[in-house]
């Protein structure tokens, strides 16, 4: 069973940074070969793609979030990593990790509030 726990979110000012952080374990859990990504879901909206790392090393983003959050991973933790900067309040949300695969597993989710 795959276990995906996300850290790092809390409440910043428009133009802060945040780096999320989602660290994997259990079964099958090796972020280095499977595809990882960043999801959010604002208030009233439905959620929605922020960003995806392949196990081949290809990251692909939103057209929000393009040139201002990274994804990364560092393999040794077994984590991914979502660094955000030049936030603004439209990036408000709770922010959940995926792990895609033949089962797909979602962590629970870590809150990001920008203040304008």
């Known amino acids: 069973q795959v276990q995906l726990v996300e850290s790092g979110g809390g409440l910043v000012q428009a133009g802060g940074s945040l780096r999320l952080s989602c660290a994997a374990s259990g079964t099958g859990s090796t972020v280095s070969s499977k595809t990882m990504g960043w999801y959010r879901q604002a208030p009233g909206k439905q959620r929605e793609f922020v960003a995806t790392?392949?196990?081949?090393?290809?990251?692909s983003y939103a057209y929000s979030v393009k040139g201002r959050f990274t994804i990364s991973r560092d393999n040794a933790k077994n984590t991914v990593y979502l660094q955000m900067n030049s936030l603004k309040s439209e990036d408000t949300a709770v922010y959940y990790c995926?792990?895609?695969?033949?089962?797909?597993?979602w962590g629970q989710g870590t809150q990001v509030t920008v203040s304008s």
């Open positions: 790392l392949t196990s081949g090393g290809i990251s």
């Open positions: 995926k792990m895609y695969g033949p089962w797909e597993y």
